[in-house]
């Protein structure tokens, strides 16, 4: 509730008549693992080829932070097709959760403004890219990512499509 509460400690932060500013904390602590291996290497394969997984998680207190969860995770294979050696293809997630005391809060907003709007609750991604190597020094890699609640807000979902191109000279 504390992360709810104005500067002084009178009224919610999202009710008009308080100060706007919100209480602060002294401090912050959280929690957080990474796990990143490769599982296969090809017979004479570079370090960067083969499969490789990946995951990262954290928790935080939910009374200071945006995000009170989050994890992470994907798989990247890395020269595996026959003759292009330097490409890379991977899949990933994200999951975050928003904290409670945000969801407490967009609670309060509606409440005193009247105006219906998302309670934010978690955003989820799932995304796929192709790293190719088009000459040494340039590759293209497209990219595709669905959106589950983007922002937090239960009401939307997004597709992105995009590329990127790198020129190392």
């Not at 192709?130 to 497209?142: L, R």
């Amino acid at each position: 509730m504390s992360a709810r509460i104005t500067i002084n400690g009178a009224a919610l932060l999202a009710d008009p008549a308080g100060s706007g500013v919100a209480l602060q904390h002294r401090g912050n602590v959280g929690v957080y693992a990474v796990i990143d291996q490769q599982l296969y290497r090809p017979k004479g394969g570079d370090p960067q080829s083969g499969i490789s997984v990946y995951t990262r998680a954290s928790l935080s207190p939910s009374d200071r932070n945006l995000i009170s969860a989050y994890i992470d995770g994907g798989i990247v294979f890395g020269g595996m097709i026959p003759g292009r050696p330097d490409d890379r293809f991977g899949a990933g997630f994200i999951y975050a959760k928003f904290s409670d005391s945000v969801r407490a809060f967009d609670r309060d907003t509606v409440l005193f403004t009247g105006v219906a709007g998302p309670i934010r609750d978690y955003e989820t991604n799932l995304e796929l890219t192709y790293v190719a190597q088009i000459i040494p020094g340039w590759t293209v890699q497209p990219n595709l990512q669905f959106i589950w609640h983007p922002s937090g807000d239960a009401n939307k979902n997004a597709t992105v499509v995009g590329a990127r191109s790198l020129w190392r000279f």
